[in-house]
């Protein structure tokens, strides 16, 4: 069954910790993309990669971290220094550049941190 | 900077009525538009986007540049149709950095 997987499904940290979410996909997408969203405040762009190797900034990268060392996977770091890392992730990944590629999006990670 | 306003969180219609659920941007080139959607228990998904100029489970949506909106209608509302809706936009230049707007729960009354 091809598509994106997110993994944990509910992530609880405690604050001052670092955390990964996982994010991986058999769709051979070349772009890949982490969201946050937040009630009221729809999706915002965290970090994109449109190749191995290479990622740029989003809207609110601050206090992220992410790496693109496998066409697959792109996890994101949420560090100690994000302020507000209680929220809902959504990965998603798109077949190329431009706007004929439509966003596949996963099931998203909830992270708590207390 | 681009922006998406859907001043609308919550709509509520009954079947059969019309819907119309109201996308506003402002960017100051030429933006491409989409419309996602979220069913429940499922994922965020492509409902429709301007290039295609495609009708897609009865909903269409027109862009008018000079009104800058996007809004996306159906005549009729079904009862499947009950989900949260969000208008993106995209510079259509580059990589898909798309730009959504806070969403707009849909819910059809039998």
């Known amino acids: 069954d091809g598509g994106i997987t997110q993994s944990p499904k509910y992530l609880f940290r405690k604050e001052g910790q670092n955390v990964t979410l996982s994010c991986e996909q058999n769709l051979n997408h070349d772009a890949m993309y982490w969201y946050r969203q937040d009630p009221g405040q729809g999706l915002r762009l965290i970090y994109y990669?449109?190749?191995?190797?290479?990622?740029q900034k989003g809207d609110i990268a601050e206090g992220y971290s992410v790496s693109r060392e496998k066409k697959e996977s792109f996890p994101l770091t949420v560090t100690s220094a994000q302020k507000n890392p209680t929220a809902f992730y959504l990965c998603a990944s798109s077949l190329g550049q431009g706007v004929s590629s439509p966003l596949h999006f996963g099931n998203g990670t909830r992270l708590t941190v207390t | 900077a681009q922006r998406v306003t859907q001043p609308e969180k919550l709509l509520s219609v009954f079947k059969g009525a019309p819907v119309e659920l109201k996308c506003n941007y402002s960017y100051s080139g030429s933006p491409e538009l989409f419309w996602y959607v979220q069913y429940s228990r499922q994922r965020l998904q492509l409902l429709l986007r301007h290039i295609s100029r495609e009708s897609i489970k009865g909903f269409t949506a027109d862009l008018n540049k000079g009104e800058t909106s996007f809004h996306l209608k159906k005549p009729f509302a079904q009862e499947e149709d009950s989900a949260m809706y969000y208008c993106?936009?995209?510079?259509?230049?580059?990589?898909?950095?798309?730009?959504f707007g806070q969403g707009t729960r849909l819910t059809i009354n039998p």
């Open positions: 993106a936009l995209t510079p259509g230049e580059g990589a898909q950095k798309l730009v």
């Open positions: 990669s449109q190749i191995v190797n290479d990622f």
